[in-house]
C-alpha cells in the first residue's frame, strides 16, 4: 500500500493542530490527535478517503491486520466490517510512525517551544 499521500495529510493535519495542545510527549499528541476521537467521520466519507488515496477496502485491511499482528500478536487481530473504522485505524498507525517517528525531532521542537512561550 503506497502511504505517501497519505502521509502528506497527516503531516499536514499535525502540524495544523498541534498548536492546541500543551503536551510535552509526542505519544500524548498522537494520542489526542489518532485516538480521542475519529480523523473521519461517516462511511462514506470513509469510501471516498480510501478511494482519494487509491486503497481498496482488502488492502487497507491487510494494511492494519499486519500493523495488529506484528504489534500484538495473532489473537489480537480486529475484523473491520466498515470503512469508517479502517480509516482511522490506518491514520492512528500512520500517524504514530509520523509522531514517533518521521516528524518526531520537529515536533518536539514546536511542543518545546510552545512550553517555552505559556510560561
Same mark, same amino acid.
Given at each position: 500500500?503506497?502511504?505517501?499521500? /497519505?502521509?502528506?495529510?497527516?503531516?499536514? =493535519? /499535525?502540524?495544523? #493542530? !498541534?498548536?492546541?495542545? +500543551? $503536551?510535552?510527549?509526542?505519544? +500524548?499528541?498522537?494520542?489526542?490527535? &489518532?485516538?480521542? +476521537?475519529? =480523523?473521519?467521520?461517516?462511511? =462514506?466519507?470513509?469510501?471516498?478517503?480510501?478511494?482519494?488515496?487509491?486503497?481498496?477496502? &482488502?488492502?487497507?485491511?491487510? $494494511?492494519?491486520?499486519?500493523? #495488529?499482528?506484528?504489534? $500484538?500478536?495473532?489473537?489480537?487481530?480486529?475484523?473491520?466490517?466498515?470503512?469508517?473504522?479502517?480509516?482511522?485505524?490506518?491514520? =492512528?498507525?500512520?500517524?504514530? #510512525?509520523? /509522531?514517533?517517528?518521521?516528524?518526531?525531532?520537529? !515536533?518536539?521542537? !514546536?511542543?518545546? +517551544?510552545?512550553?517555552?512561550?505559556?510560561?
Amino acid at each position: 500500500m503506497n502511504t505517501h499521500t /497519505i502521509k502528506e495529510e497527516l503531516r499536514n =493535519y /499535525i502540524l495544523s #493542530e !498541534i498548536n492546541q495542545y +500543551d $503536551f510535552l510527549e509526542p505519544i +500524548d499528541l498522537h494520542h489526542e490527535l &489518532f485516538n480521542t +476521537d475519529y =480523523y473521519v467521520i461517516g462511511y =462514506y466519507q470513509a469510501e471516498q478517503w480510501l478511494k482519494k488515496h487509491n486503497i481498496s477496502i &482488502f488492502k487497507g485491511i491487510e $494494511f492494519v491486520q499486519d500493523y #495488529e499482528r506484528n504489534n $500484538f500478536g495473532p489473537d489480537a487481530i480486529r475484523t473491520y466490517d466498515n470503512a469508517e473504522a479502517l480509516v482511522n485505524m490506518i491514520t =492512528y498507525i500512520i500517524g504514530e #510512525e509520523l /509522531i514517533m517517528g518521521g516528524m518526531n525531532g520537529e !515536533i518536539e521542537k !514546536i511542543m518545546h +517551544d510552545n512550553a517555552c512561550i505559556s510560561e
